[in-house]
């Protein structure tokens, strides 16, 4: 299914692709550029004698927290309060993540960084720069299991876990041509995703689709949608903390070694 609907999107999309690259230049003139979060590492503690979980995160913009001021206002730090205050358990917590990376990047430029870094668990967030590229799926799919491959063996006893794909069809910024035909690359590689993550043990894949209407519950009185974003393509604070509480429940719901209570999430 997913072939197919990759090559009725390819046919589409061949004849709009002078129309997307004019579109693209006006968007990346209009968008503002953002710098990447300040302090790629950080903590949440119960107290000091509590065994500590070693959380690395690796990935694209969105974990490199482009649009927040520093990473423990986006979703690592989110993420580690969560799961410190559920489990009652000091959090430690990386950033591995650089802007515009796609995943063959972050094996070849992120993952020699990582040598010697403690994990017990990895949160990993990409797609949208692979989508933009026009990655075939199939390739995303070998590139994701290689990824995998090489954590496995640097963390063998590590979960590994793919956090929901850029919701590309949300993004104020972009046109509808490009929210059309590059959101639904990206929905193509979450299910190619989807079917690699399954060929392998202890790795995970929190596949829902984030959509704004299952957001706009959790906005403060006097915000609306636009506040989700801040820049009209990446997340802004609020979504961040959002989105690192909703990883936090995903991974303590399904992951046996994390389960508590079942937690209902803002996105169901």
């Not at 979703?75 to 796609?102: H, I, P, Q, T």
């Not at 972009?174 to 202890?202: A, C, D, S």
């Amino acid at each position: 299914m997913g072939y197919i609907r990759f090559f009725f999107l390819l046919l589409v999309a061949v004849p709009l692709l002078p129309l997307m690259i004019y579109q693209g230049k006006r968007i990346r003139q209009s968008v503002p550029k953002l710098p990447e979060a300040k302090e790629p590492q950080g903590s949440a503690k119960v107290n000091d004698k509590n065994e500590t979980l070693q959380v690395i995160f690796l990935g694209e913009s969105t974990v490199a927290g482009v649009g927040a001021e520093t990473h423990k206002e986006g979703v690592a730090g989110s993420f580690a309060r969560e799961m410190s205050a559920s489990l009652s358990r000091n959090v430690e917590w990386k950033v591995f993540a650089r802007s515009g990376y796609d995943a063959q990047r972050v094996i070849k430029k992120l993952l020699p960084k990582m040598e010697g870094s403690e994990a017990h668990l990895i949160l990993i967030g990409l797609g949208g720069n692979d989508a933009f590229q026009f990655n075939p799926p199939w390739r995303w799919q070998k590139t994701i299991g290689q990824l995998i491959q090489r954590l496995k063996v640097a963390y063998p006893k590590a979960p590994i876990v793919f956090m929901n794909m850029p919701p590309i069809k949300e993004f104020p910024a972009f046109t509808r041509v490009i929210k059309f035909v590059i959101g639904n690359l990206v929905e193509i590689h979450g299910q190619f995703l989807r079917k690699e993550v399954k060929k392998h043990e202890n790795v995970f894949y929190n596949g829902e689709v984030l959509q704004l209407k299952d957001w706009i519950s959790i906005l403060p009185k006097g915000m609306n949608k636009s506040d989700f974003f801040s820049d009209g393509v990446h997340p802004s604070t609020i979504t961040y903390q959002t989105w690192g509480r909703e990883m936090a429940k995903f991974i303590i719901n399904e992951i046996p070694s994390y389960q508590q209570p079942k937690s209902k999430s803002v996105f169901k």
